[in-house]
């Protein structure tokens, strides 16, 4: 099992950055996948960037503004998020896959004012 913490959310300007941070409550230097996704309202929750065995995904829509990023010494995953537009509004979530079982962070708001 696994906690996260998601942090680092709030309200921006289009084109501001924010990053985002999980703190996970074990060691994640052996967790893969890991990732971020984010949920709207009135909208499915969708994949924005996932690190699966060193291999980065990103979503079309935050290519070239978004880095996800881990820390394993720090047990911490991280969202840069740059350029940020009105579309980018959501909770963001961290999500981890260990073995079979899925875990996801409480979620964070963000907010992009035009």
């Known amino acids: 099992q696994v906690q996260l913490v998601e942090s680092g959310g709030g309200l921006v300007q289009a084109g501001g950055s924010l990053r985002l941070s999980c703190a996970a409550s074990?060691?994640?230097?052996?967790?893969?996948?890991m990732g971020w996704y984010r949920q709207a309202p009135g909208k499915q929750r969708e994949l924005v960037a996932q690190?699966?065995?060193?291999?980065?995904n990103y979503a079309d829509s935050v290519k070239g503004r978004f880095t996800i990023s881990r820390d394993n010494a720090k047990n911490t995953v991280y969202l840069q998020m740059n350029s940020l537009k009105p579309e980018d509004t959501a909770v963001y979530y961290c999500?981890?896959?260990?073995?079979?079982?899925?875990?996801w962070g409480q979620g964070t708001q963000v907010t992009v004012s035009s």
């Open positions: 999500n981890v896959v260990i073995r079979a079982d899925t875990y």
């Open positions: 074990r060691s994640i230097s052996t967790i893969r996948p």
């Open positions: 690190i699966i065995s060193g291999i980065i």
